[in-house]
């Protein structure tokens, strides 16, 4: 269910953004709903990036590597 929400912006920006959406054959409308849900998602992106980077804890080497070590292929 969509459901309406008032924003306010600068006159110019918003026809600015009106015409740039035009051009990219879309509207406002659908340009800020991919953005709401594209804003959502980062920040579960960058949770699910930091889970995984804590599962990684028990990993330990044991020394640090050289520059020639790290760049053998």
């Known amino acids: 269910m969509l459901k309406n929400i008032t924003l306010s912006a600068d006159e110019q920006l918003i026809q600015k953004a009106r015409e740039r959406a035009r051009r990219e054959h879309t509207t406002l409308n659908e340009t800020f709903r991919s ?12 949770r699910d990036y930091d889970a995984i980077m804590q599962s990684f804890n028990y990993v330990n080497p044991g020394r640090a590597f050289t520059r020639d070590e790290m760049n053998e292929r």
């Open 35 to 46: 953005w709401l849900k594209q804003y959502v998602n980062t920040a579960s992106v960058s």
